[in-house]
């Protein structure tokens, strides 16, 4: 036996490992685990580093621009000139242009002619000056009036970096930029790429540590050079921030269109992109590589072996998956946490993927094995339980205990009238039919309203709802629509018992009684015979409103506590069919209980004049409730009832099963 549970142990691990193996490069499952990159990318941002600093054209620089020099977007080259002047006085050893500068300017050649000598005077004292270059998807170098003969002097820089299926940038991927001999405007030889083969992810700092600088300021502390003016406190500090480190000057307005969606922000300035590309180049130990199959295969080894040991240690199935999820789960975010400080992003789906083709093949073999010892069950109460029983037993819904529950559950009572005077006149075999005839009707109608019939008492049904199956949300609502719609049913029945068997149309109908509350449920009986069923006060008071319904007049009585728990205040359709009868107090309960029965068939006048008198009654104002009822038809039954105790009252001074407005119901 021993040995056989560890073939099984291993086949499930084995396949587990198949299946994340095989899934590892799958791209539907790549994209499932962005969002958790993500999370992980603002648990985890470094702190970006003092070696580049972004010069961003935001709004407010174009505002400030344009109130100071009159200037307005996009504006003339001889301001970035001033730029590239002001770098080579700071010693910048790079600026990277997230900028297109394709076309001539529109202010003339002179212009174009003050930015190349300025990017000459830059270069001349060392600097490296990267524009963007010839990308495939019409991105161009900048314009000849620009470059000028310095083309073999300037570097050029992918734009168009990698970017993910959901158009988000977090790879960094070298060779997806080829021909081109940077990536984000990192000229080579200054930094160490990884291994072209070999995917990295990138590492975006804390937007809030991230060096940038609104242009005009720049702008304004070149002016100030220029004019030989002391610097202020905030401009010596800009010079600081701005000396010895790389440039990277791009758009951060809006409305300019270069807005980029990242891990850290949805909608970050291009040159964001760039920029981190330039610190994770910066900082080897930044970038993440993935994790390598055989790192995969390894932890899910152990995470499927503990996982499918849970779940043939556990009896029942729901601690059993619940623990085997939860140890590959934990365990798997455990991983993650642990290998994202080293460097390495764990993809957990295919982890998951794995365990639970591990976990679903050793459950299934076990769940197939258990299936046939319920099966072996199931055959052996077949012969003292009703077949609705046995279903629900071999679906897995029910388990066979000698042991009650305690369980809110709905409880209705029907019996069959008029079936006595028709026995009188009946072969045995014909009432039989007769009768089986009514019983396929409404139990046809209790299982429409997912209502388990409980047991048959010669012309008589007991249903249950909320027992025995676990969940059933609306079973109240279901167990109050079966009741109204039951008359109905009866109504058929009738049509149909009369063409076929000639029975008197509207001969036979029936009662019946609705309530809602806490009973005793399970399986009851001796050692050799039992039957679920439900017992307790609910269950006597749902058999004593059907039989109060004779006394009353009616064929429906429902407890106040029956339509508060189906839903009558939600539901406008089932309070417009039902009325007040009473408020009673029946032997055996001390809690009095309202009665309600329904108002189809009934004129809304006598409805309405029937719980006026009834209110009269209750108040015991005899007489005024005698009037009132006057009103109210002879199709409204319980009306006659309340009429005669007011009578009685009235007669005799006194009702002594009156308490008040509790109408006592002493006998059974």
């Not at 189809?600 to 005024?624: D, F």
Request: hydrophobic residues 45%.
């Amino acid at each position: 036996m021993l040995n056989r549970w560890k073939r099984i142990l291993w086949v499930a691990v084995g396949l587990g490992v198949w299946a994340a193996l095989f899934s590892t490069d799958a791209s539907w499952l790549r994209r499932l685990g962005f969002p958790i990159y993500d999370s992980l990318q603002r648990q985890h941002a470094p702190t970006a580093s003092d070696r580049a600093v972004m010069l961003w054209i935001s709004e407010g620089s174009i505002r400030q621009v344009q109130e100071s020099t009159g200037e307005s977007w996009p504006w003339r080259r001889e301001f970035f000139a001033s730029l590239l002047d002001l770098a080579t006085r700071l010693k910048v050893p790079t600026v990277h242009f997230d900028l297109l500068f394709d076309l001539p300017s529109a202010n003339g050649p002179d212009d174009d002619a003050s930015f190349q000598a300025a990017i000459r005077r830059y270069v001349d004292s060392g600097g490296v000056v990267v524009f963007p270059g010839e990308s495939g998807v019409d991105w161009r170098k900048p314009n000849p009036a620009v470059i000028g003969d310095l083309d073999s002097r300037i570097q050029y820089g992918a734009i168009n970096v990698p970017v993910e299926e959901d158009g988000y940038y977090r790879r960094w991927a070298p060779q997806v930029v080829n021909p081109l001999t940077q990536v984000g405007f990192s000229p080579l030889g200054v930094v160490n790429f990884p291994r072209p083969e070999e995917v990295r992810w990138l590492r975006y700092p804390t937007r809030a540590s991230m060096q940038a600088v609104e242009i005009q300021d720049a702008f304004f502390l070149f002016g100030a050079f220029e004019r030989g003016e002391a610097l202020t406190p905030e401009q010596e500090k800009l010079r600081a921030q701005l000396s010895n480190r790389a440039w990277f000057l791009g758009v951060a307005a809006a409305g300019l269109y270069d807005l980029r969606p990242t891990p850290v922000d949805q909608r970050a300035p291009g040159v964001i992109v760039h920029y981190t590309h330039y610190l994770n180049a910066s900082h080897p130990e930044w970038p993440l590589r993935e994790a390598r199959p055989w790192e995969v295969a390894g932890i899910l080894l152990v995470l499927a072996g503990l996982a499918v040991t849970a779940a043939f240690h556990f009896v029942r199935p729901l601690p059993a998956l619940a623990t085997s999820f939860l140890i590959v789960g934990g365990g798997s975010w455990g991983a993650l946490q642990l290998l994202w400080p080293l460097g390495v992003w764990l993809n957990p789906w295919p982890l998951w993927l794995g365990a639970l083709a591990s976990v679903s093949g050793a459950l299934a073999y076990r769940f197939q094995s258990e299936w046939k010892q319920l099966e072996r069950l199931a055959t052996s109460v077949e012969s003292s339980m009703s077949s609705a029983m046995v279903k629900l037993i071999r679906r897995g819904e029910l388990t066979l205990s000698r042991f009650g529950e305690r369980r809110d559950v709905a409880v209705l009572f029907s019996d069959l009238s008029g079936f006595t005077s028709l026995a009188e006149k009946r072969e045995p075999a014909e009432l039989v039919e007769i009768l089986n005839l009514y019983l396929d009707e409404c139990v046809e109608l209790i299982f429409e309203h997912e209502g388990y019939v409980d047991k048959f008492i010669g012309d008589a049904i007991m249903a249950l709802w909320g027992a025995p199956v676990v969940g059933q949300l609306r079973a109240p609502e279901q167990a109050l629509r079966a009741a109204l719609a039951y008359a109905d049913r009866v109504d058929r029945f009738n049509t149909r018992a009369t063409q076929k068997f000639g029975v008197p149309p509207k001969l036979l109908s029936a009662r019946v009684g609705l309530h809602f509350g806490p009973a005793i449920v399970g399986h009851i009986g001796s050692r050799t015979r039992h039957n679920y069923t439900a017992i307790g006060d609910t269950v006597n008071l749902a058999s004593r409103l059907e039989s109060l319904g004779k006394q009353y007049g009616v064929d429906l009585l429902v407890s106040e506590e029956a339509l508060v728990a189906g839903g009558l205040r939600l539901q406008p359709d089932l309070a417009r069919e039902l009325y007040w009868v009473d408020e009673v107090g029946v032997k055996g309960r001390t809690q009095p209980v309202r009665i309600y029965s329904r108002t189809k068939g009934l004129p809304a006048a006598s409805v309405e004049a029937y719980g006026r008198g009834l209110e009269l009654y209750r108040a015991g104002r005899w007489a005024e409730a005698l009037k009132a009822l006057k009103a109210v038809g002879p199709e409204l039954a319980p009306a006659e009832v309340i009429r005669q105790r007011c009578q009685h009252a009235l007669d005799q001074g006194e009702l002594k099963a009156f308490d008040r407005g509790v109408w006592r119901h002493d006998e059974k």
